[in-house]
């Protein structure tokens, strides 16, 4: 049992897993019950698999790269919009809604995720249709 209260973790150099939508992933650090934060990479010219997530509420941070994202709302409010990526950016993805991204620069896109509560694990991700034909080889 670990009994220290604080985590340390740097960016790890390889990819933990391929995420259901087809971006590499980096795990990060979590608290219990939470959150979680993940580093998220999405190489040129990739175009993820449209997914919605039942469970869980994403915040994103773009950190590199460009790209576009593309959101719908699927319950209440009928809101879609394709926005465009780039460092300094913050967005969220509430629970339920339908998302996309793709990778439109020369350099890979990378954000850090932020999970609430923490990833449960792949069969959160549901796939379904986006805007764009994904490239990534991943379904949930």
């Known amino acids: 049992m670990n009994t220290h209260p604080f985590r340390t973790v740097h960016l790890p150099k390889n990819p933990s897993y391929e995420a259901p939508d087809g971006s590499n992933v980096r795990v990060l650090c979590q608290l219990e019950g939470s959150g979680s934060m993940t580093h998220f990479e999405l190489l040129p010219g990739h175009t993820s698999t449209a997914v919605t997530h039942e469970n869980v509420d994403k915040m994103w941070y773009i950190l590199s790269g460009h790209g576009q994202m593309w959101r719908r ?4 409010l009928v809101v879609e919009e394709v926005t465009p990526l780039e460092p300094k950016v913050s967005l969220t993805i509430p629970k339920g809604t339908h998302f996309q991204f793709r990778c439109t620069g020369k350099d890979p896109l990378e954000a850090v995720g932020v999970t609430i509560p923490p990833w449960p694990g792949a069969k959160e991700a549901i796939v379904v249709e986006g805007i764009w ?3 990534t080889t991943k379904s949930a």
């Open 133 to 135: 034909q994904p490239t």
């Open 73 to 76: 709302a699927a319950k209440g």
